[in-house]
Each structure stands twice: as C-alpha cells, then as structure tokens.
C-alpha cells in the first residue's frame, strides 16, 4: 500500500514538475520562437499591373502555419513597391527588420554587401529535402555573390522579344525560327523600315529599346568578373556588338522611334520582359494594351559568335542575418520558394514565371497560361523553359546599377556620334574601371 502511495506520490511529482517547466518555458519559447515576421510589398516587382498582390502571400502563409502548429507569421501590409526599398534598408539600420523578406533585384548586392542577409549556405547543405538543382540555373545563380548564397528565388523574368505579328504579315514576312541571327534581325528591320503615308518621312521602323545589355548576352560578351571587380570591353565580340548597335540605329535614319510608335503598331520589334507579355496579353487583368495588332514574343536574335540568350531578373527572399528564428524562417522560405503548389500559384496570380523547373514545365502550367491567353492562343510553354534553360543571371554585384548608367551613355554617345567603336569602348572601359576602384 505504501508502495501504491509513494508511487501516486512520484507520478504527481513528475507531472507537478513539467507544468512548472511549462509554465517557465512557454512564455519564452512563444515569445522568442513562436512568431516570425515577413516583409513584403504591394505592386508588381516587374512595373506591371498587379491584380492579386495577397493571394498568393496569404496561400503561402497560410500553408506554412498549418506545417508549425502554434507559429503565426506577422507581416506589415500595404507597403508600394516604390516605398519597400527605403522601407527594409531603413529597417535593417534600426535592426526590426523581418526575419524573412523579399529582395527587389535591384537592391540585393547593396543588401548582401552590407551583411544585412544570412549566408544561408550551411542550411542549403544540411536540408537532406532541399535540391538546388530543381531551380532553373539562372535563377538560383542570382542569389549568389562570391560563392555565398544570400537570396533564394522566388519569381524570375526572361527577356525575349516582342514581335508585330500583324506588321509583319502585312510586309510579307513570314513566321522567324526561334534560332534567328542578327543578319535575319537586320534584314528584316531594313526591310520595314519605310514611309507608309507618302510623305517622305519613314514611319514604320524596325526596333525600338534594343540595348547593348540585349546585344551583349547574345553575342559571348562577359563584360564583368563574377565579383565586379574587372571590366572588359574590349574584346572583339565587344566591338563587333557595338559595330552591330550601330548599324540597327543607322536604319532609323536619324528618326527617333519611341515605346509609343511600338504601342500604335508602328514598329515590328521591342525587346521585353515575360511579364510584360503575360500582362498585355490580356485576360485575367483585362488589359489590352495592344489593340491594333496582334502581339507575339521569340527569343533575342543571337550574333556570330553567340546564342539566342538573355538575361533573367529574379525576386528573391532573404533571411535577416540578426533573426532569432532562423529555423522557421528557412522553413518559410522553403515555403515560399520551393513547394510545388505555392510555386504553382505564380502562373494564377503573378506576372512572371516559377523558378522550379516541375513548375514551368508541368502540362498544369501550360493549361493555365493558354486558358489566360486564350482571345489568341496560349503562349507555347516550349519557349518560356527554353529561354529559362538558356538564360544568364543579370549582373548583380554592388553599384550594378550605377556602371551599368556610365556604359549606356557611353554607348549611347558612340552610337549618336558614330564614334569608332573600339577607341568609344576604350574610353568607357576607362570610366567603369575608374568607378570600380573607388
């Protein structure tokens, strides 16, 4: 009886204990560990109109808690994409920053550069359920800076080329192979390039926004070291690049060709980004922008000694480095850029593409556009994984932007002036090179 007694004794002893331990413990552990918090903006990254900003956020966030009973994501809402940049620098100097927020393209060297993101390598390596190579190369490529992962993607954007499939039809041009040259890319811009009215002055022209950064990609010209520190322009895929832009400029014959001559059906190509064409084509934004033609999209065309190639932006998520829930926030990340069904929702509810391979090419995925393209056909899915496959991850070293200023007026002046292409690009490899060592 006394051994009955003693062990009542014991068991309420240990249960007495583990309330205690429960009572002292909870309260940190859901203070500390229990809430974690997201940033993110309204509006599209992609300068688009965006019809469903929380949907996909709210799916995500929903699925996340439903994995981790008792954690409860916290967000800020209602921040514009024009504010979020200010708004996350500002944050990371007061240190209340989120645990977990997305990364513009345009500030995520700045970000890295600073230590403001977590190296999130050693999670990468010890995630057994985590495989890298299910990414698209580019996308995932654009998180990294000198061999760290700072950012994981979310939502990527191909350039590609916009085409007046009416204005073609019209010279009697047929349908461009989607490994087309620039000799095929300058026959036809000379080609429709004339006066439609008769009263001597061209206009209808070839090309309007195509830049050295298309020229470029699509010619083998590296300009930049992966680190930004080296600048090379010098190289004979550079000039003949330039010797390219040139001759494309010099078809326009002094006439200035705007995005306006492109939207009134005036101009057969311009070089675009996938978002647009997912936006303006037109369901389910309801937005036709291009009401006088029908629009169309291929690859860039590819020079001699290149490929039919472009640059990829991506939106990436980024973990604060100062968090105190750095497991949860990598769960959440995960969440966002690496479930199927989440990655899924970017074909319903964004403008760009998923970064998951399974995701782009699924027969869902081809459904889902076709249905939201559908007033003229759905865009072949065929070219969207063919543009990922071959893309190259935009340059994304600190002051990106700001070099990337100095070599567009460079090439501008050389272009406007006819400046010998190798002596202009000597003088703009002087500047990027001074700019660098500063």
């Known amino acids: 009886m006394k051994k009955k007694i003693r062990g009542k004794r014991f068991a309420a002893g240990v249960f007495l204990a583990a309330v205690l331990v429960a009572a002292l413990v909870s309260p940190y552990y859901f203070r500390h560990k229990r809430t974690i918090t997201l940033g993110f903006f309204t509006n599209s990254p992609w300068g688009v109109p965006d019809a469903y900003t929380y949907q996909l956020i709210d799916d995500a966030v929903e699925k996340f808690e439903a994995g981790h009973p008792g954690v409860k994501v916290k967000f800020v809402s209602g921040i514009q994409k024009d504010d979020y940049s200010e708004y996350i620098a500002s944050a990371l100097i007061k240190g209340n920053a989120p645990d977990v927020f997305f990364v513009l393209p345009e500030d995520f060297s700045a970000f890295a550069g600073t230590d403001a993101l977590m190296k999130l390598d050693t999670y990468i390596d010890s995630d057994a359920d985590y495989d890298t190579s ?8 654009f998180g990294n800076i000198s061999g760290n992962q700072y950012g994981i993607p979310f939502e990527s954007v191909p350039s590609m080329m916009f085409v007046n499939k009416t204005l073609l039809k019209n010279e009697g041009i047929g349908a461009i192979p989607e490994d087309w040259t620039w000799e095929d890319f300058y026959r036809i811009c000379s080609k429709v390039t004339r006066d439609t009215d008769g009263n001597g002055l061209e206009d209808q022209f070839g090309v309007y926004g ?68 997912r936006t303006y084509k037109p369901y389910p934004w309801s937005i036709k922008k291009y009401t006088n033609f029908e629009l169309g999209c291929i690859t ?14 991506t939106l990436l998520l980024a973990m604060n480095s100062r968090t105190d829930n750095a497991r949860l926030a990598w769960e959440l990340i995960k969440t966002f850029c690496y479930d199927i069904e989440i990655q899924s929702e970017i074909y319903t509810y964004k403008e760009g593409a998923s970064v998951l391979k399974t ?9 889902s556009i076709n249905q939201m393209l559908s007033e003229e056909g759905g865009m072949d899915i065929n070219l969207i994984t063919s543009i990922m496959d071959h893309a190259e991850p935009d340059y ?21 002036n006819r400046t010998d292409s190798k002596i202009g690009l000597q003088m703009i490899e002087k500047q990027v090179r001074s700019f660098l060592a500063e």
């Open 300 to 313: 860039l065309p590819r020079g001699e000694k290149g490929d039919n190639k472009s640059t990829m932006s």
């Open 359 to 367: 995701v782009t090419d699924s027969m869902t995925t081809m459904l």
């Open 134 to 141: 299910r990414y698209y190369r580019a996308s995932f490529e």
């Open 396 to 416: 994304n070293f600190k002051d990106t932007t700001s070099v990337k200023e100095i070599i567009d007026a460079g090439i501008d002046d050389i272009v406007k």
């Open 210 to 277: 195509y830049t050295w950064q298309h020229a470029f990609i699509t010619n083998g010209v590296d300009v930049f070291d992966a680190n930004g520190t080296g600048c090379d322009l010098l190289s004979e895929n550079a000039i003949e690049t330039v010797d390219f832009i040139k001759a494309i400029n010099e078809l326009t014959k002094g006439n200035i060709v705007t995005a306006d001559d492109f939207d009134k059906g005036n101009v057969a190509f311009m070089p675009a980004l996938l978002s647009d064409y």
